[in-house]
């Protein structure tokens, strides 16, 4: 069909998972608009379905599903197209699902609108899927669109193998495209009319490992990008979080004081356990550091409750660490039995239910320490980057150091960055006052 034909489709998506995910359906989308599609809601009737997956856990699997069982309930003749990690590691399972016509792995999903060709139900799901050793291509992708704020893939891939984790298998090894190629992404995202961009990836820290590159070398690229007023960072493992990283971030000109540092367990045993490249002293002396340079910046940190091996003795020597560690906000996870991961042959498995009550105490911690570095920001003056979201009348930004602002609606805010001085926290608890 040609692009004439196309005009007047629409398509879907639903999108799980990580930051790189949405970047990844946002391109994927600009693919089928580029060709004349129109993307509608995905709880729209549609001629064309994409959910992309994720397979951090079960239920990640069993959303994805139910989703796809509910387009096919809107529209029975929509074409559903399957791809993401849930796809590359179970593309049978998916395969089985009533109405599946396409099933796309990591190295096919950004070649996705060559599957359509003419719009047709097939008779049995096609599966296209490379295996992870031979994924080399690195496909670029930025979201655009859904806020004022972008997410750049700037990375894919890990080569790490962790125990409990399937995605060096669902995404490949390690991969990047050029500095010089990324500085070009990250300028048609400026041109856009961007203010602010999300750096993302799979293992971001270790860009550069397939051009030679760093990433601090990348780092100091984007700090030098005109028009690019804000740039976080997502996600870098301590390990390849250096000194010299949280130095520069501290003196940069367009990097944000805010930092998401996974721990994954604080317990030196358990992350023996897990293949961890890194001890608690070490993710301590990078947490110091950052506040010793930037004493107001945001730190996230990701942790997993209840892995195998993790005895109720180690549980509490993880949260007492976490209990005097000067972290701001936790991503939980409970942990979850991934199919092919060594971490099913470790002993002692900690009943669901007790996964889920130490996640409860995690949460409890976690909405405590953010709660304080919320009111630890009360009465200062920051600068906010407002977004077009709006609720009912009222908008919301953020701060340098990721406070979530809540405002009366003014359209003349959105896309700008404005001095904003804090004075509570609301019911929702996000942060209220007044311009500057």
């Known amino acids: 069909m040609t692009e004439q034909e196309y005009k007047g489709k629409k398509v879907a998506f639903h999108t799980l998972g990580c930051k790189l995910n949405f970047a990844e359906s946002s391109s994927m989308a600009r693919k089928f608009e580029d060709i004349g599609f129109e993307r509608v809601e995905y709880k729209d009737e549609a001629d064309v379905y994409v959910v992309n997956t994720c397979s951090v856990t079960a239920e990640s699997d069993k959303k994805s599903r139910n989703l796809i069982r509910s387009a096919m309930n809107r529209n029975p003749n929509a074409v559903m197209i399957v791809t993401g990690c849930y796809a590359q590691l179970k593309p049978e399972d998916i395969a089985h699902l009533q109405g599946v016509d396409y099933v796309l792995g990591s190295g ?8 359509i060709d003419n719009l047709q139900k097939n008779e049995e799901p096609i599966i296209r899927i490379t295996d992870h050793r031979k994924i080399k291509n690195f496909f670029s992708s930025y979201s655009y669109g859904d806020r004022t704020r972008t997410f750049l893939k700037v990375q894919d891939g890990c080569n790490y193998f962790c125990t409990f984790c399937t995605i060096p298998m669902a995404r490949g090894l390690s991969r990047n495209d050029s500095i010089s190629n990324t500085i070009d992404e990250a ?11 999300i750096l993302t990836g799979v293992n971001i820290g270790d860009f550069g490992r397939s051009t030679g590159e760093t990433f601090f070398d990348l780092v100091k690229a984007l700090d030098e990008v005109e028009g690019l007023e804000r740039i976080r960072i997502s996600s870098v493992e301590p390990n390849l979080l250096t000194d010299e990283i949280i130095e520069f ?3 940069s000109k367009r990097f944000m004081p805010h930092f998401h540092v996974p721990l994954q367990a604080g317990s030196d045993e358990v992350l023996g356990l897990m293949k961890r490249k890194y001890n ?7 947490i110091q550091k950052i506040k010793s340079l930037m004493p107001t910046a945001f730190i996230g940190v990701d942790i997993i409750a209840g892995t195998n091996g993790e005895t109720n003795q180690l549980f509490k020597d993880s949260y007492n660490y976490l209990l005097d560690t000067n972290f701001t906000q936790l991503h939980v996870f409970p942990y979850s039995e991934r199919l092919g991961t060594f971490a099913l042959k470790i002993p002692h498995v900690v009943p669901v239910s007790e996964r889920k009550e130490r996640v409860k105490r995690y949460i409890d911690l976690s909405e405590r320490k953010h709660r304080m570095f919320y009111e ?3 009465g200062k003056t920051h600068k906010v980057l407002f977004e077009h979201q709006k609720k009912g009348s009222r908008m919301f930004g953020w701060t340098s ?3 979530r602002i809540e405002t009366e609606w003014n359209e003349a805010l959105v896309n700008q960055i404005v001095p904003f001085k804090l004075e509570l926290i ?6 209220e006052g007044v311009l500057v």
Request: charged share 20%; glycine share 2%; hydrophobic share 30%.
């Open 426 to 431: 609301n019911q929702n608890n996000h942060v």
């Open 108 to 115: 096919e999903k950004m070649n996705i609108t060559s599957y």
């Open 280 to 286: 608690t002293s070490l993710f301590s002396q990078r």
């Open 187 to 197: 300028k048609k995202v400026v041109a856009r009319g961007t203010k602010e961009i």
């Open 249 to 251: 971030v501290a003196k």
């Open 376 to 378: 630890s920001q009360l």
């Open 401 to 403: 150091n990721y406070v």
